[in-house]
């Protein structure tokens, strides 16, 4: 699978955390004090996995899960969640690049290659209890959180629909009665500039507050040879989040988070790799399309370096994105007598907009450009109980969700006659789901827990499309649709599991589930051949068995998973090039497959002042049944069965260390240094994108005073200046030869300078 998986490299780094075990084993003392940045990552986080009524320590939880507080993702220079992403063994946490601030998350080879609106991701992101109905706008910058959870297999039981990869919890700080005040600024050498700050503290006896506010300049990155820019890519973000917790009486209690937030920044960009003219025979001679290259050639760009290890791109429509959003999530929660539990309400409203124009071509000529918007309004609310009946912890609960969704896009065409083809086509769409849950954790001795559920999901769709060539809509709206429909699913995801612990520093678990993925709709449909039609609703079968230890009173902690899971009705957004429509996406149910895998994460402190961190994944599928025409070449056969399945890297690794220097009275010296490794895999179903293989070092070096007030610290990310892409969607021959494609890019080497006051 993939490309080779290099024996070497994998064995050295396990022979590396090896000796390090062995180290930790030969003689250091047993009684420690880890302090500093030391003591904070191994500090164990409490999480929110199993919906109790108060968090869990992630040890105690039996959950394939990474977890960061708050205080840990600041030691980390956590900016977003894509900062992340080579962080977790068999995740990824990234930008698909065709529409900034768009998720295209993958957790065990399980994910979703798609910025249209209506498609539903696999892996959801949940904020303060809240779904997020939409990928778009997910990929914020986060600041001042009490943590983020990212939990790897099916979450369907007590998540619901779309969470067959996993979940990402991402939980904002709370008000406190504690006044504290948090300023943070930072600045790289690309001129990317971070101010934020933050205020907490008791406004009355029963009232608490909390503001945060951020702003982030970022000045740009890359050189686009076309225009003379050496700084694209630029954005400006900002948001403000005010809460408060009012203490209603000795046994209730209300939280209400706000936030408002916008992003206005370049469009996309995005390399085209085509390499080679494409010659076709014409009559009694021939007809050369020409390489993206001869193309910038053409238009007096000679030397561009459009390889897969430059950063170098020739757009000559920079594009711009923006987005605006808006939110309220109220949380209630009463303590009553019933089982000694609690009853939680969440309710939940978030509207996000957002307008961009992409080059998507990516090209010195108007060849494929495309703008878009989407309108999004969504309200949601969740009641639970959570408590415990003698030897069972129940928790159990009902979820409704509504949103509407609109989406058009305009495309401009190159019509290979020296003019332009204008279409535009979207879609609108309303929404609504609803599901009953409950949970029960049987404690059958003081060893054994026993857990059986169920969650019975519904939903329902009703949506207009107007596929784009027809050309029924402007960017204002549209006059005509050729699809009106109405669909509705429904689906029945149990849990049977089984959590031995062996003492209190071991933990032996397995599981059983299902979850299901909601079936939908093609907003962006291009294709004469396809009816933009609903698909089935994916679902899936997942076998799991996992393992927590705390070794050598503390000193070494591991967490291990291995994993099986069947997916049926897979369902994949086919990309395939096109003259006609540059690119025609078919959403459809491709496959039946089988993905296993397992994942190990370890972290050990080899001194009082010296951590250690590893981490190893690995996931391994294949297709057992073949639905439709994955290779595009007009048949089902085994040679589409034999594709590989696209986002699955087999292994990603990782090793880091982190050390504190005390210098007594005068504070401490951090150093921090990482490196991450994900192996090449597919991006599209016909494996002619693929996403490359990639060495990941970051590292850090910080001095905090001994008053803990104020951190200085120089960081540097992707310090082997790797080229990555947020995809690789291939582009017809005659917008840039053999090879042509539009390969969004990330950013390579990154150095900066962080300071944060704290009261």
Known sequence: MGSPSKPKQHSALLSACSVATLWLASGISPSYAAEGAVGTLMEEVQVTARKRADAELLQDVPVAATAYSGDQLEALQTRDLQSLSFKMPNVQLEDVGTVKNTANFTVRGLGVNSSIPSIDPTVGVFVDGMYLGVNAGVVTDVFDLEGIEVLRGPQGLLFGRNVTGGAV???TARPTDEFSARVKVSTTDNLDVVTAGSINGAISDDVNGRLTVYYNDDRGWFENVATGNDNAGASDSWFIRPSFSVQLNETAELLVRMEHGRMDSDGVVAQNRGYASYEIPLGDGSYQFPSATQIAEAYG???WDNSEDSFEVAQDEEGYQKDEWSQIITEFNKDVEFGDGTITNILAWREYEARGLGDIDSLPFVGFHADSSVDQSQLSNELRYAGRFGRTAITAGVYWFSQDVTYLENRLLADGEGGIIDWTGGGVQDHSTYGLFTQADIDLNEAWVLTLGGRYSSEEKDAKIASIPLNYCTLSGCSNYDLDDSESWSAFTPKLGLQWTVSDETQLYTFWTKGFRSGGYNFRNTSWNFKPEATDQEEQSSFEIGAKVDWLD???????????N???????????????AGVVQVIRNTADATIRGAELETMAALSENLLLTFNVGYVDGDYDKVLGDLNGDGFVDDE??????????????GIGLVHDLSLGSYGTITSRINYNHRDE??????????LSEVEMVDFSIGYTADSGQYTVSVFGKNMLDEVTEGNDTQLPVNLGGIGASFTPLNKGRVMGVEFIYEL
């Open 169 to 171: 919890v991402v939980k």
């Open 301 to 303: 760009i000679p030397d």
């Open 554 to 564: 503390g000193r070494l902690r591991t967490n291990m998973a291995v994993f099986h």
């Open 566 to 580: 069947s997916i049926d009705n897979m369902q994949r957004e086919e990309n395939f090039s096109s003259p006609e």
């Open 640 to 653: 589409d069965l034999g594709l590989e399945i696209p986002r699955l890297a087999p292994w990603t690794y």
């Open 681 to 690: 895999a597919p991006y599209t179903d016909d494996n002619k994108g693929m």
